[in-house]
């Protein structure tokens, strides 16, 4: 299952993708790979070699932040959120101690998702509005909200550090002073 995020507010925000770093290359300038197994060894991509593609040098390159329509409209009723304005939201939203030890690349990506929704999120608010922030797992958003997970978070003064996760039935109303 998805544990699935999204964005609400009193009026309509900037949809995109936040922090992506990638340069446009063309298929054919792009080495291939050693491994004699990887399918672009294998398959016949020719025809492909003048296509634009994105190329991302690292992975925390490849970490980004996404905010898009609701695809399944019935959601703006079904989603315990008080908001006029309703977006799926994308990005990978949980830090934890095991990953700044054990996968500290993995951690990098997720520390950059919560940095640039925090960027997106000071753009977005004037002091005096709130923006709303909740998750659940695919299938679920008919169920109550766990209002004692509920929290308030000034992006302003908060400091992204672990432990940080969006939790099921979470939700974070975030606002500026």
Not at 65 to 79: F, G
Not at 107 to 114: A, I, S
Not at 140 to 161: F, G, M, W
Not at 164 to 169: A, G, I, M, Q
Request: proline share 4%; with cysteine; aromatic share 14%.
């Amino acid at each position: 299952m998805t544990l699935y995020h999204y964005v609400g507010a009193d009026k309509p925000l900037p949809l995109g993708n936040y922090g992506e770093k990638y340069t446009l290359k063309k298929m054919r300038d792009i080495p291939k790979p050693k491994n004699k197994n990887d399918l672009r060894n294998i398959l016949d991509l020719s025809d492909l070699e003048d296509e634009w593609v994105k190329v991302y040098e690292t992975e925390v390159d490849f970490a980004f932040v996404t905010v898009s329509e609701l695809q399944d409209l019935s959601l703006k009723t079904k989603l315990p959120m008080n908001k006029r304005y309703i977006y799926e939201l994308g990005g990978s939203f949980q830090l934890t101690g095991e990953d700044y030890f054990q996968n500290r690349i993995q951690y990098q990506c997720n520390e950059k998702c919560f940095k640039e929704l925090f960027a997106y999120l000071k753009e977005q608010l004037v002091v005096g509005e709130t923006i709303e922030v909740y998750s659940c797992w695919d299938s679920e958003e008919n169920q109550p909200r766990d209002s004692t997970l509920d929290t308030r978070i000034d992006v302003s003064k908060y400091k992204i550090a672990y432990p940080l996760s969006f939790e099921d039935k979470q939700l974070i109303t975030f606002f500026k002073t």
